[in-house]
Structures are given as C-alpha cells and as structure tokens.
C-alpha cells in the first residue's frame, strides 16, 4: 500500500534497476577488461575475472529487464 508520503515508500522499482544498471556496468567492463589483458600479458585466463564478468553482465541485465518491465 502506498502512502502519500514517498519518503516512507522508498526507492521504487525503476530507481532499483537504475542502480543495478550503474553497478553492473562497470562490473562488466572491468572482468572483460581483466580477462582481455591477463590472457594478452600472461597467455591464461583467471577464473575470478570471467566470473566477474559474467556476474557483471547478468546484473546489468537483470536491472535493464526491471527498468522496462517494472518487474522484479
């Protein structure tokens, strides 16, 4: 239920997923960007920094899915 007071509400849906939108973009560059550069310097890829990666990335989406549906 929703009062006339949105300070007690909180943030609403679209504000959650503006959030998660800010946070797992730059989660996502930044594993894709450690992935790239540790297999061009050192010839391997590190697990943590493709799981950073993809963790980034569904992040990201899950709060582009929530800004357009209003669905969380």
Do not use: C
């Not at 006339?4 to 503006?18: C, E």
Request: aromatic fraction near 20%; charged fraction near 10%; hydrophobic fraction near 45%.
């Amino acid at each position: 239920m929703t009062s006339n007071k949105p300070w007690l509400d909180g943030p609403s849906a679209k504000d959650r997923a503006r959030a998660k939108i800010w946070q797992g973009g730059p989660f996502f560059l930044i594993g894709l960007i450690s992935t790239t550069l540790t297999h061009f310097l050192f010839g391997y890829v590190w697990f943590g920094t493709v799981a950073i990666g993809i963790a980034g990335l569904f992040w990201f989406l899950t709060g582009v899915i929530t800004y357009y549906t209003g669905v969380e």
